[in-house]
């Protein structure tokens, strides 16, 4: 059965940052594409970032770009993002997904497995 468990969100104030860990219990982590994405209160849930299986292609929603960075280590079936220069727009919970590449990233339906995801809450 597979498994995805975010941790890292939290409350910071405006301007800080945060780290947010997935860890998967896949067996072929690697093969695997990764996402996150977020929801705020009464919105939809939106795309964050995605990496390739094997690290070497990122993706990033236009307006997060510069702020955010995914990273992946395969060797411990673990996808993070890095969040910088928090602002209280970026409140939502963060989703951690997992999805063979199909060749897009940046729709729900683009991946299989989903974790139950993680607050992050920005004060101002």
């Known amino acids: 059965q597979v498994q995805l468990v975010e941790s890292g969100g939290g409350l910071v104030q405006a301007g800080g940052s945060l780290r947010l860990s997935c860890v998967a219990s896949?067996?072929?982590?690697?093969?695997?594409?990764m996402g996150w994405f977020r929801q705020a209160p009464g919105k939809e849930r939106e795309f964050v970032a995605a990496i390739s299986w094997s690290g070497g292609s990122t993706y990033y929603a236009d307006s997060l770009k510069g702020r955010f960075t995914i990273s992946r280590d395969n060797a411990k079936n673990t996808v993070y993002l890095q969040m910088n220069s928090l602002k209280p727009e970026d409140t939502a919970v963060y989703y951690c997904?997992?999805?063979?590449?199909?060749?897009?990233?940046?729709?729900?339906?683009?991946?299989?497995?989903w974790g139950q995801g993680t607050q992050v809450t920005v004060s101002s």
């Open positions: 997904a997992a999805g063979r590449f199909t060749g897009t990233v940046y729709s729900t339906s683009d991946y299989n497995y």
């Open positions: 896949i067996r072929t982590f690697s093969l695997y594409a």
